[in-house]
């Protein structure tokens, strides 16, 4: 099944649809209705009545020519009738909401943005125009800001509509890998692999954060985008759950493009939840390629940790500890190896020093459970197991 | 270490100088956590067993020490040779097709004395006759299967079942033994695997972890319920008396790993009394509880069996504690 995650005319009219659908209700009154009723007027009151009255007059006048002109997919002529409407009465709810999806539609993300800002000050928790501002500020190059937004209109249910999923989960998984967050974008493009969602571009963004380059799919040079589209593939394989279809892929990678950078680290990165030592083969042979690349070293020094290889630990743990002393994982890996072999009172400090910055850290609490039970502190080893139970709870 | 005369022309293995533990490991559970074709006596013993699953049939016959494990679906039947045997009592062979492997859909239990659903599968809907045979094992759960059941199993290498000898042998745990015995052999005995006399308790158990389940492993994946009372090194570490620097709650405190496990009760109880017996001092009793019920059969109460879902088997406990009547399974 392929389904387009693209901003492509289609995509936006399908949501532009399921966004109206979706915008509660409650959340945009319908202004014509609050508006008072007609009487004639005489006396000075009744003259600025009357004034209100034109005005309300006019404003229904235009409000029904602009739902006309929308209904009649008349783009330009809605936009403007929209506009004039809101300048009448600027806390018209609807207008505004209309006024940003038909700006949206017609490619004036400019105007969109500040449609759909004026309902957000009205309306704070409309989540659709939240999104739709969010990607309206991704096409104008407003990155943060689209990051945020779309982040926040997800952290308020926008993935529950499934038609708007697939475009706001894409532009979020090329946002967060912009931002540097390539573990959160894998996440995000992983739920499209596992609905066989496919498109080329989709490929080169698995790439592009598995192999932790921080740019857009879009940006990507002619010349890389054959690697990028192979490499995307075999985690997208790799995600939909054939594994060993995925492990061919990723071999017949390695053996064309046998120094491309991060290439060993993405395919460890995929298999470390699975198995820690499949994982650190991978970890090994990107280091082989590229010995300066320290996420892969710390990750390798972690994934032994993991693994419970203290001994093998050490050594990369302490060169990525001496690279990167604030890298919390870094800190772990150093802080467990060295408690495992032999220097307890070092290990507990480094994770201790994660737990100040992170006082969740599993890794951090099961390493002060094996120090404090191997050290024979029968309480402390007792509150740190109480805590590892209720963090995996 | 025994250092023994070496026998003219006799091929030099590990029993040659430590003829005691290889000889008593011949029988213990690990060196036949899986058999090889041909070898495994439930099969030979149950030659002709059959279960229907829904719309499926299942048939493992044995003949000639060969054994096969067919499914049918009444029109189509898929035969395939049973190379791979997992577990000594109740077992689950790993099954190939194609280049892939499987994990047999049926099992066989001992207390069933038949084919049953294998532990875990029960949510499985099979669409057809491969997915009736087994489900598809991902690369790295072969991997694990093999390795905790086999020996052989190279880090950094293509995992080869075919190549991979069934059962640990020594070279499992004794990282180092091969090297040690070529260079013994040439009367060289600085070569020693590391010893695991010196681990503590903590590490004993992430040891024998690394197969049995550590207690990490289990927080790490938020594994919860009954279904993971068989991860004693996790199950042992709940315990309130689990403290890693003392030896008297290791693994190795209760179970030598070269000898068969000990189902005698009264065998455990030395184990538990050596901490909670009657102390002439007052402080060391009110460091360790004695039991006001009984002195004997310690496990008969404090480590209760429980039930495995849909195994057909109940495993002992391994987290010791007070246990109170109708209370729920403990995390």
Request: hydrophobic share 40%.
């Amino acid at each position: 099944m392929a389904i387009s995650v693209f901003p492509s005319a289609a995509a936006r009219g399908l949501l532009f649809l399921s966004l109206i659908l979706a915008l509660p209700v409650a959340q945009v009154r319908c202004a014509a209705r609050d508006m008072p009723s007609a009487h004639n007027p005489m006396s000075a009151p009744e003259k600025a009545q009357d004034k209100t009255q034109e005005t309300s007059s006019q404003f229904d006048d235009l409000a029904a020519r602009a739902a006309a002109a929308r209904d009649q997919q008349n783009l330009p002529v809605a936009i403007q009738l929209y506009t004039q409407a809101e300048q009448l009465k600027p806390d018209w709810q609807e207008g505004w909401w209309y006024l940003g999806v038909l700006q949206y539609s017609a490619n004036q993300f400019t105007g969109a943005i500040d449609a759909f800002t004026r309902l957000l000050q009205l309306v704070p928790t409309a989540v659709p125009a939240m999104a739709l501002r969010g990607l309206c500020e991704f096409e104008t190059g407003a990155y943060d800001d689209s990051l945020r937004d779309l982040e926040q209109a997800v952290a308020h249910g926008a993935l529950n509509e499934p038609h708007n999923e697939p475009i706001i989960r894409y532009h979020l998984a090329q946002l967060l890998t912009h931002a540097g967050r390539f573990q959160e974008a894998l996440e995000q493009y992983r739920v499209f692999a596992e609905h066989k969602a496919d498109a080329p571009d989709l490929k080169i963004g698995i790439a592009l954060a598995g192999m932790r380059v921080a740019s857009f799919p879009k940006d990507a040079a002619d010349k890389d985008r054959e690697f990028y589209l192979a490499a995307g593939n075999a985690g997208y394989v790799f995600f939909s759950g054939d594994n060993e279809q995925a492990d061919g892929l990723f071999g017949q990678l390695f053996a064309r493009y046998p120094s491309a950078p991060n290439l060993h680290y993405f395919y460890g990165f995929l298999l470390f939840p699975h198995d820690p030592g499949l994982a650190i083969d991978q970890f090994r042979g990107e280091l082989a390629v590229n010995p300066g690349n320290e996420t892969a070293n710390a990750l390798l020094a972690l994934t032994l940790v993991i693994a419970g290889r203290f001994t093998e630990a050490l050594e990369p743990a302490q060169r990525a500890y001496a690279n990167a002393p604030d890298m919390e994982m870094a800190q772990l890996a150093l802080g467990r190896s060295l408690a495992e072999t032999g220097d307890m009172r070092r290990g507990a400090e480094l994770l201790n020093q994660v737990l100040a910055r992170d006082p969740n850290s599993l890794e951090a609490h099961l390493g002060l459970v094996s120090i404090f039970s191997r050290s024979g502190n029968r309480e402390d080893a007792e509150r740190e197991r109480k805590v590892c139970r209720d963090l995996a709870k | 270490m025994a250092q023994h005369p070496k026998a003219a022309n006799a091929p030099v293995t590990c029993a040659t100088c430590h003829n005691g533990a290889a000889t008593s490991y011949a029988t213990a559970p690990m060196r036949h956590a899986m058999e090889p074709q041909g070898a495994n006596p439930a099969l030979a013993t149950h030659t002709d067993m059959s279960v229907q699953l829904g719309a499926y049939s299942y048939r493992v016959q044995t003949k000639d020490g060969q054994s096969t494990y067919a499914v049918s679906d009444g029109t189509d039947t898929l035969t395939l040779p049973i190379h791979w045997i997992f577990g000594q009592h109740a077992q689950t062979w790993v099954l190939e097709k194609d280049g892939h492997y499987y994990e047999s859909l049926v099992s066989y239990f001992p207390r069933a004395n038949g084919l049953a659903i294998t532990p875990g599968d029960q949510k499985i809907t099979p669409h057809n006759l491969t997915e009736a045979m087994g489900r598809q094992l991902p690369i790295w759960e072969t991997r694990t299967c093999f390795n905790c059941h086999g020996s052989g199993v190279v880090a950094g290498e293509k995992l080869t079942p075919a190549k991979v000898t069934p059962g640990l042998d020594c070279e499992r745990c004794h990282a180092g033994a091969q090297q040690h015995m070529a260079d013994a052999a040439q009367d060289n005995f600085k070569t020693l695997p590391k010893s695991l006399k010196r681990l503590d308790a903590e590490q004993v158990s992430d040891f024998c972890g690394q197969c049995h389940r550590t207690w990490d492993t289990v927080m790490r994946n938020k594994w919860h319920g009954p279904a993971f009372v068989r991860f004693q090194p996790y199950r042992l570490e709940n315990s309130k008396c689990f403290i890693g620097n003392d030896p008297r709650i290791s693994c190795l405190a209760c179970h030598n790993p070269h000898q068969p496990v000990n189902h005698d009760v009264a065998f455990y109880d030395a184990k538990c009394l050596a901490c909670h017996a009657e102390s002439k001092s007052a402080s060391a009793s009110a460091a360790m509880k004695t039991c006001p019920v009984a002195k004997s059969n310690c496990t008969s109460c404090h480590m209760p069996k429980v039930e495995l879902p849909g195994g057909h088997a109940q495993f002992t406990d391994h987290y010791i504690r007070v246990v109170h009547a109708g209370e729920p399974y403990p995390e």
